[in-house]
């Protein structure tokens, strides 16, 4: 056999035939995408100051198409057009795209260690931003260098990220099992010191610490946008670009080096890209977990696990979800706000379970 065609015999086997679509697969991700449209809409209109569905959508077109009537006939008041659009809408965008990294995150970090119970959370990425971001807040800035709540919570983040890598390296090798244990380790041990900073510090920085602890989307703004919205981008066109090399390491390490697939390379890759989306998320929205380690099962259920399908379902599907969650979070208990790590758990959590006793459980590799 010529290199070319044991080449093309490799890709084949890496990247197995599609079976027919059926009508729900086809429209799955096209409907995902129409409902965060929708949903950024019924967001813009959702809050104390009264806006319409349609006084919303005019208000959010204004801004992007000038020039438009509405904008200056005096129909719309000036404190709607800020409610929308400097306060509501940003925080739904922020809610999509951390949904989005938090659900790639849980996805990418499955394959790499090939294992279903895998999730940012379990790297101890988050509760390295926690250490910095409750330092920042107890202690205050000079304690964490002069930086920020959000920038304290990257840098925890970061620095946990090196550590858990350096734990997991062995003889130049990253082993996938190593990699969880030292990750669950290295939480617990960050979790600790989170929780004594808690119950030493002042009584009103608590409520700060447990909201940024749960997570919240409730001061976003445009600016905050910009570096987990780049970080999500650029790893999707990547993992979009790799999903044959997904595939393959569904079937093993042994056997991904056979499809021709650098497996250390890819690994390393796959973890760089699974703390970059876990630390600019939790950086900027706090803690919330349940969506790295729901989200992707529910789309193997929905579309199956090939990751040419599957990616895009639980992008979309992961932003969809935690926008909806931001929208129960400031509605159902209103004027308080619930914390978002608790309504994703109550939320999720019933939906999942519904899904996992359908048909769908067997394509998810949860019921055989």
């Known amino acids: ?58 208000i959010m077109a204004g801004h992007l198409i000038p020039g438009l009537p509405w904008m200056s006939d005096g129909s719309l008041t000036v404190s709607q057009d800020q409610a929308v659009w400097s306060f509501r809408l940003p925080r739904a965008l922020l809610a999509g795209i951390a949904g989005a990294s938090l659900a790639l995150a849980g996805a990418l970090l499955q394959a790499n260690v090939r294992n279903p119970l895998a999730e940012p959370y379990i790297l101890g990425v988050s509760a390295g931003a926690g250490v910095g971001a409750v330092l920042a807040i107890v202690a205050g800035s000079t304690a964490v260098g002069g930086l920020g709540l959000n920038a304290s919570a990257f840098a925890g983040a970061a620095a946990a990220t090196a550590l858990v890598y ?26 600790a010191i989170t929780n004594f900073l808690t119950i030493t510090t002042d009584a009103q920085n608590v409520y700060s610490v447990l909201f940024f602890l749960l997570g919240s989307v409730s001061a976003a703004t445009y600016p905050q946008l910009l570096l987990p919205g780049v970080a ?26 056979a499809l021709g697939v650098n497996v250390e ?20 929205c706090g803690g919330i977990g349940f969506v790295g380690l729901v989200v992707p099962h529910a789309a193997r259920m929905l579309v199956g696990s090939d990751h040419r399908r599957m990616l895009p379902v639980t992008i979309f599907g992961g932003a969809l979800f935690l926008m909806l969650t931001d929208l129960l979070a400031r509605t159902v208990a209103q004027p308080a706000e619930i914390p978002l790590g608790i ?12 899904l996992m006793r359908g048909n769908g459980a067997v394509r998810g590799g949860i019921k055989r």
């Open 343 to 354: 309504l994703t758990a109550t939320v999720g959590a019933p939906f999942f379970l519904w």
């Open 265 to 284: 390379s890819l690994r390393r890759t796959l973890l760089l890209a699974t703390a970059l989306l876990t630390a600019t998320t939790v950086a900027v």
């Open 1 to 58: 056999m010529s290199v070319d065609l044991a080449r093309q015999a490799n890709r084949n086997a890496a990247t197995p035939a599609r079976p027919r679509r059926s009508t729900l697969e086809r429209l799955l991700t096209p409907t995902l995408v129409l409902g965060i449209v929708v949903l950024l809409v019924v967001s813009g209109s959702t809050g104390p100051l009264q806006t319409t569905f349609l006084e919303s959508l005019r």
């Open 232 to 257: 999500l981008v650029a790893i999707s066109v990547f993992a979009m670009f790799r999903s044959r090399a997904l595939n393959a390491f569904l079937a093993g390490d042994e056997t991904a080096t």
């Open 166 to 191: 350096l734990l997991a390296k062995q003889d130049g090798v990253i082993a996938p099992s190593r990699l969880i244990l030292a990750g669950v380790a290295l939480g617990s041990l960050l979790s």
